[in-house]
């Protein structure tokens, strides 16, 4: 007996002398919280967090979010947590409770890392091949359908907000703004100033063969700092429907840029692999690999992916393309990605996020954080919607924009806003009454849309605002079109121009009626009276204002005042086919010799140098894949991502007492964009025409030409305008967008992010002799006069040049090859354009 109650004394004391070293056998220490970008305060998967000095830890969730625990440690003890891409960082915890530790991690910008593989095969490719077998029974595409219901979220920021940039008259009126939003991004995070916020609920619709998608919004929430005016319309353009990256297809478009998968079947080209690390997320066995692209310029990603051991499948992804990419403005793209197995084997996205930063133009600048987060819940599968119910890519209930309370929020969220997301709804509200950041925001939607908006009209566009030429002298123009504050049924426009030297007044109006927005109905009455230059159709150059308004500028030699008057009636028919119908009277009062045969059938009969016509034009468009979005007023088609647009027009002009002549024109288009992988991309541009009838050139194929110096992609610019028509013509042009495939292996230039492009325009046609003889040139000056092309020698011109030259200009050199004993033609020529491009 009295040696247990030694044994017990002793036992005793060896305790007592345990906890006076720091040692506790009992207390547990648990330590959870989340581990949050520091730049943008969003959570960051995948981060290992563990007790300093012990592999006693996990990694963080999709969330951020992490749990550990121990008995036995230190009282000097912390966690660490450390990611690749970012500074690994460790903070102090107390011994013995349970505690709450946020960490914020800063990006680690340093050369990617290098891979070395020791000899025999690195053991992360037998796990890609895998991947790359079950690509097909994993990938969403495989279904026959599905649809979910979709929450998302949206905020834009300014961040890197400069001690400069703070100096300047609007940051100082915002400080007090500033001063309490240093702690959105965290504890340790950088200043951030909200911009624009925007909450949805939809309906994601998708079904194969033929492939159609489609988002239903049934509530959404917006708050910008541009107002009601562009936030509806950025809503529709960075919505969920159009943040859906498929690390399932081998390249991922973001813009007109193609980022290589890291699972594409090209991989071993692309990147480098690490096997890590093994963990079982969700009741799923996974690999952890670590990737790397081989080159710091390619479009590729650095980053995590989770896959499972069963299906090879991504469970979950973290990919990161940073700032040494060849792409403009930004600096960092991240994609997160957590996977959920459904119905049918294949692994669909139920939360995703994207971050876009944008990088400050200058030290005055700020840069802008766009963050995207998208959940899906309530999947159904392989119970796909008819092709007729997705005739509109992005629909919207009438009832999405009424104001609902928070607490009816607060059940349509899939997940609370935090406290930060809260603060700016209040916020941006606060900014954007203050009077000079309005002042502001008017000037950037005057750029954007070259129009100024006040009450319920827009005034300009101000690129028309003056021009000069040998004709005019010096042009000033002045106009106006009402807004959808006016009406949302009712359009009315109008222009007026003045020039000096002919002291004239030229004018347009025109008059437009919504009659459907669903499926897209308008009706239109148009009146004028310009100047123009000879085969410069303004309806083929509406997509390039910078060449329309800088036309107008020069000498003009081939060119006409003209009336015109015009109804359009224009209906969306079904998804993607858009028919118009069009009647059209004008004359043709030219500013040059010019004479036409009465008759021109007959060069006898006497010669007129003014002609009327009428006519009417039947033109239908297919664009498969095009998606349009609403904005005001206006309809804007985004391009089109796989399938070719044809345009087929007929035409027919009717001989009356408004009418000169009767002919009938049939002209067919084709536009495609060729996504090329490493090569770029190619653009194809195919058009076809047959006028049949005498007529005097003006009403011909009249080659498009170019005389200024803003490059044009749809016309001949080494040809001078009128120089060419054709009865019955063909015409090529292409264009080649090498991206960074050359330069990038340049070490001097590669900094520079210039682009190399190359350009081929081919074009075939036909003057009937009757046609040559219908018309006369009284003056029998050369820069008169349209000539015929000989059939069996085709106009070519090709062309090469650089493009992101200080992240805007392009320059084009272009070379005519042949036609060049036509007095007064160029055999050579530079142009140049601004093109604002990723």
């Known amino acids: 007996m009295r040696g247990f109650k030694d044994l017990v004394k002793t036992l005793f004391v060896f305790s007592f002398l345990l906890s006076s070293v720091g040692f506790s056998q009992a207390q547990e220490t648990i330590v959870s919280g989340k581990v949050t970008d520091a730049a943008s305060g969003d959570p960051i998967p995948f981060v290992n967090v563990v ?73 992360a490719f037998p796990i890609i091949r895998k991947v790359i077998d079950n690509k097909g029974l994993n990938d969403k595409r495989r279904l026959s359908g599905y649809e979910h219901d979709t929450y998302s979220k949206m905020e834009i920021d300014a961040d890197n907000i400069s001690a400069k940039l703070r100096e300047k008259k609007i940051m100082r009126k915002i400080a007090q703004v500033l001063d309490s939003m240093d702690r959105m991004a965290g504890e340790d995070g950088k200043p951030i100033l909200p911009l624009f916020i925007s909450e949805s609920v939809s309906k994601i619709y998708y079904r194969d063969n033929p492939s159609l998608k ?165 999947i159904i599968v392989n119970k796909p919607k008819p092709p007729s119910f997705f005739d509109r890519a ?56 070259g129009y100024y908006k006040t009450g319920k009209v827009f005034i300009g566009p101000y690129l028309g605002a003056i021009a000069w030429n040998n004709h005019e002298g010096i042009r000033l123009q002045a106009g106006f079109k009402t807004n959808i504050k006016f009406s949302k049924k009712w359009v009315l426009g109008a222009q007026l121009a003045y020039g000096f030297h002919d002291e004239q007044v030229k004018y347009q109006a025109f008059v437009k009626r919504i009659l459907n927005r669903k499926q897209w109905t ?65 004359d043709f009062i030219p500013t040059y010799p010019f004479e036409y045969h009465s008759n021109p059938s007959d060069v006898n009969s006497p010669t007129n140098n003014q002609f009327k016509t009428t006519e009417v034009f039947f033109e239908s468009r297919y664009a498969r894949d095009q998606i349009f979005l609403q904005n005001d007023n206006d309809r804007i088609g985004l391009e089109s991502k796989r399938w070719p647009v044809f345009t087929l027009r007929y035409t027919h002009g009717f001989k009356t007492s408004l009418g000169d002549f009767t002919y009938d024109k049939v002209r067919i288009n084709m536009t495609k964009r060729m996504k090329m992988g490493p090569l770029g991309n190619g653009y194809i541009n195919l058009t076809g025409e ?87 040139n009284p003056s029998g000056l050369n820069q008169y006069k349209t000539f015929a092309l000989d059939p069996a020698k085709p106009y070519m011109e090709v062309g090469y040049g650089v493009e992101n030259i200080f992240k805007f200009l392009r320059v084009d050199f272009v070379h005519r090859l042949n036609y060049l004993d036509i007095p007064d033609s160029r055999s050579f020529g530079v142009f140049f354009s601004v093109q604002i491009q990723l």
Request: hydrophobic share 40%.
């Open 214 to 378: 489609k988002e239903f919004i049934s509530k959404t929430k917006i708050n910008g700092v541009l107002g009601e005016d562009y936030s509806d319309l950025l809503a529709q353009m960075i919505g969920p429907s159009m943040q859906d990256y498929n690390f399932y297809m081998n390249w991922l478009n973001f813009g007109r840029k193609a980022f290589v998968s890291p699972i594409a079947d090209g991989w071993r080209a692309y990147y480098d692999y690490e096997l890590l690390d093994s963990a079982t997320l969700d009741g799923h066995f996974c690999y952890r690999l670590d990737f790397f692209p081989k080159s710091e310029q390619a479009l590729a990603f650095t980053g995590t992916m989770w896959i499972t051991k069963n299906e090879y499948a991504i469970k979950q992804i973290d990919a990161t393309m940073g700032s040494t990419a060849n792409i403009n403005f930004i600096e960092k793209v991240k994609i997160q990605h957590e996977y959920k197995q459904v119905e049918g084997g294949a692994w669909l996205p139920v939360k995703s996020r994207v971050l876009i930063d944008v990088g400050e133009l200058s030290s005055n600048s700020a840069g802008l954080l766009a963050k995207f987060y998208v959940s899906n819940k309530n």
């Open 394 to 449: 992005i629909e919207k209930a009438e009832e999405a924009n009424l104001e609902e309370e928070e607490k009816t929020w607060d059940t349509l969220r899939h997940e609370p806003l935090t406290t930060s997301e809260k603060n700016v709804y209040q916020m941006i509200d606060t900014i954007k009454n203050i009077p000079i950041v309005r002042s502001y925001v008017d000037i950037l939607k005057l750029i954007i849309n």
């Open 690 to 776: 047959q006028i049949f009838g005498t007529l005097p050139n003006p009403l011909l194929g009249v080659h498009l030409g170019n005389q200024t110096k803003v490059y044009l992609p749809v016309s001949f610019n080494m040809l001078r305008f009128g120089e060419f028509a054709s009865d019955r013509y063909a015409s090529f042009q292409y264009r080649q967008n090498f991206e960074g495939l050359f330069l990038n292996n340049i070490p001097l230039i590669q900094k520079l992010k210039w682009r190399l492009l190359a350009t081929a325009n081919v074009l075939v046609g036909t003057l009937s002799t009757a046609n040559q003889e219908a018309v006369t």
């Open 51 to 123: 007790f300093k000095g012990t592999s006693n830890g996990m990694t963080t969730d999709f969330d951020g979010r992490f749990r550990i625990k121990a008995l036995a440690l230190s009282a000097k003890d912390s966690i660490v947590a450390t990611y690749i891409g970012y500074k690994s960082r460790s903070k102090k915890i107390k011994i013995g409770i349970t505690q709450v530790v946020n960490i914020q991690l800063e990006e680690d910008v340093t050369k990617l890392q290098e891979v070395v593989i020791k000899s025999g095969e690195n053991p």
């Open 522 to 586: 308008t009706f239109t009455l148009q009146s004028k009276y310009e100047i123009t230059r000879v085969g410069l159709d303004e309806d083929f150059v509406t997509e390039f204002p910078l060449f329309k308004y800088a036309s107008r500028w020069g000498r003009y030699d081939l060119s006409n005042y003209y009336h015109e008057y015009r109804a359009t009636f224009e209906r969306e028919l079904f998804k993607g086919f858009v028919q118009k119908v069009s009647l059209r009277q004008f």
